[in-house]
């Protein structure tokens, strides 16, 4: 294994007539057993690692939920609305279910946004763990596209709205090809404006990309298997002393941080399941009636807020997908021979004001288009895009790094204890 540089294999020996019999013709539980049980684990992760798990979870729970709510809703922009309010009112348990839902795409994009600054502090991008980076952000593309659609399944006014905004931005594209941009816009739809139909193939959509989605995160879990995980240090597995198996030692503390975020969760979720939706979205799509102030979900914000920093539109559509899209080219931005913030003085306070501008554009993006929450957003778009343009290449390359310890062993038990343990080296 090219990560963690153990010889890894599984410990897994069947033990009645069956399962050797099994094992012997399909060994599937042994490769279970291999990448779930025996698997290396770096002895120091902390609890931010956990939200991988978190995630996973997250993403079984939408798929469950989803596949119910799809037996009783009707896409129909006459309809809509209406069975939203029926699933919540009439079907046994449907409050439940609609609540988690909802309020598990929250959660959902909320571990989601964690995990990728976890993965920004530690360096989880760099060498060999490129592929995993960009399987990644591959996964928060498709569930940004999975959100938006599912967001105009209630038919509210702020679904049709925010179709109707997000889908006409498309249309910018006329400045580049003439008609190329209404054409996308018009397919979108389905017709010349946002309609039953348009709801219908977002519907269809919605219901299929989860399963994309899992299939990445199949990949994405193969590729942390292959180079093994980061870890705090920054620094790989190179001894049996450096690793812990995944289980029990990783899977328990993955329970203690998911049974944390599943009290965050569950209290939203029964006590204040329309407190992260809008108000709007609560009254039937009108197509007559434009509400004051089109707003999309909480984490659409950020790049909503760097869409109106710019003046042009197509340059705000430009800009809004490339504030993603740059992600993808992280592992080359970044100069720096050290993985880990922890050990980079000067990057890390650039590190914590990248943090900060993106906190900031989310709260810019709820506000309305006025002079000055428009121009402290394209201060903060500068900067977002100046930290991995400008900070990156030049911070990493000037730095001078702190001294990165030997071992994962030695930032645990210190110098004079994994010297002890060196005989252990494999």
Same mark, same amino acid.
């Given at each position: 294994?090219a990560?963690?540089g153990?010889?890894h294999?599984?410990t897994y020996?069947p033990?009645?007539?069956?399962g050797?019999?099994l094992d012997a013709?399909?060994p599937?539980?042994r490769m279970l057993?291999?990448q779930?049980?025996?698997?290396?684990?770096?002895?120091?992760?902390?609890y @931010?690692w956990t939200? !991988?798990?978190?995630? #996973?979870f997250?993403l079984?729970a939408?798929i469950?939920?989803?596949?119910? &709510?799809?037996?009783h809703?009707?896409?129909?922009?006459?309809?809509?609305?209406?069975?939203?309010e029926a699933i919540r009112r009439?079907?046994?348990?449907?409050?439940l279910i609609?609540?988690?839902h909802?309020?598990?795409?929250?959660m959902?994009?909320l571990?989601?946004y964690i995990h990728?600054?976890?993965g920004?502090?530690?360096g989880s991008?760099?060498?060999?763990?490129?592929v995993l980076w960009?399987?990644?952000?591959?996964i928060?593309?498709?569930?940004?596209a999975t959100a938006?659609m599912g967001?105009?399944?209630p038919?509210g006014?702020?679904?049709?709205w925010g179709v109707t905004?997000?889908?006409?931005?498309?249309s910018?594209?006329?400045?580049?090809?003439?008609?190329l941009?209404?054409?996308?816009?018009e @397919?979108l739809?389905? !017709?010349?404006s946002? #309609?039953?139909?348009?709801l219908?193939?977002f519907y269809?959509l919605?219901? &299929?990309?989860p399963f994309?989605?899992?299939?990445l995160?199949?990949l994405h879990l193969?590729?942390?298997?292959?180079?093994g995980?980061?870890?705090?240090t920054?620094?790989?597995?190179?001894?049996?002393?450096?690793a812990?198996?995944?289980?029990?030692f990783?899977?328990?503390?993955d329970?203690v941080?998911?049974f944390?975020f599943l009290l965050?969760?569950?209290?939203?979720?029964f006590?204040?399941p329309?407190?992260?939706?809008?108000a709007?979205?609560?009254?039937?799509?009108?197509?007559?009636?434009t509400?004051p102030?089109?707003?999309p979900?909480?984490?659409?914000?950020?790049?909503?807020a760097i869409l109106?920093?710019i003046?042009s539109?197509l340059?705000?559509v430009?800009?809004?997908f490339a504030?993603?899209?740059?992600?993808?080219f992280v592992?080359?931005?970044?100069?720096?021979?050290v993985?880990?913030?922890k050990?980079?003085?000067?990057?890390?306070?650039?590190f914590?004001?990248?943090a900060?501008?993106a906190?900031?554009?989310?709260w810019?993006g709820?506000?309305?288009?006025?002079?000055?929450?428009?121009?402290w957003?394209?201060v903060?778009?500068i900067y977002?895009?100046a930290?991995?343009l400008?900070?990156?290449?030049?911070?990493g390359?000037l730095?001078t790094p702190?001294?990165?310890p030997?071992?994962i062993?030695?930032?645990?038990l210190g110098?004079?204890?994994?010297?002890?343990l060196?005989?252990?080296?494999s």
């Open positions: 294994m990560g963690h153990l010889p294999g599984s020996e033990t009645t007539a069956f050797k019999w013709r399909l599937i539980t057993y291999a779930a049980v025996d698997f290396p684990t770096p002895r120091n992760l902390n @931010w939200f !991988g798990g978190i995630l #996973s997250f079984v939408q469950v939920t989803g596949v119910v &709510l799809a037996m809703y009707q896409p129909s922009a006459a309809a809509a609305f209406d069975s939203v009439d079907v046994n348990f449907g409050w609609r609540n988690l909802a309020v598990g795409a929250s959902f994009f571990a989601g990728i600054f976890r920004l502090y530690y991008y760099k060498a060999p763990r490129e960009i399987i990644g952000v591959l928060f593309l498709v569930m940004m938006f967001y105009s399944l038919w006014q702020m679904s049709l905004v997000i889908t006409n931005l498309f910018s594209l006329d400045s580049i090809w003439k008609g941009g209404t054409t996308i816009v @397919w739809w389905g !017709g010349y946002v #309609s039953g139909t348009t219908n193939r269809s919605h219901y &299929l990309l994309v989605l899992a299939g995160v199949g193969w590729a942390l298997h292959v180079v995980q980061n870890s705090p920054g620094l790989d597995i190179k001894t049996a002393s450096d812990v198996p995944f289980t029990p990783a899977t328990s503390k329970a941080g998911m944390a965050l969760f569950c209290w939203f979720a006590f204040l329309d407190y992260l939706g809008h709007d979205n609560y009254t039937p799509a009108n197509p007559l009636v509400p102030h089109i707003v979900e909480w984490y659409f914000l950020p790049f909503y109106r920093a003046p539109k340059g705000g430009i800009a809004m504030a993603i899209a740059i992600l993808l592992p080359w931005l970044d100069t720096s021979k993985r880990s913030t050990y980079r003085p000067v990057y890390r306070w650039f914590w004001l990248f900060f501008s906190v900031a554009l989310g810019l709820s506000k309305p288009p006025e002079a000055e929450y428009v121009f957003a394209r903060f778009t977002y895009f930290h991995f400008i900070v990156m290449p030049l911070v390359w730095e702190l001294k990165v030997g071992s062993t030695e930032a645990v110098k004079s204890q994994s010297a002890k060196a005989p252990a080296k």
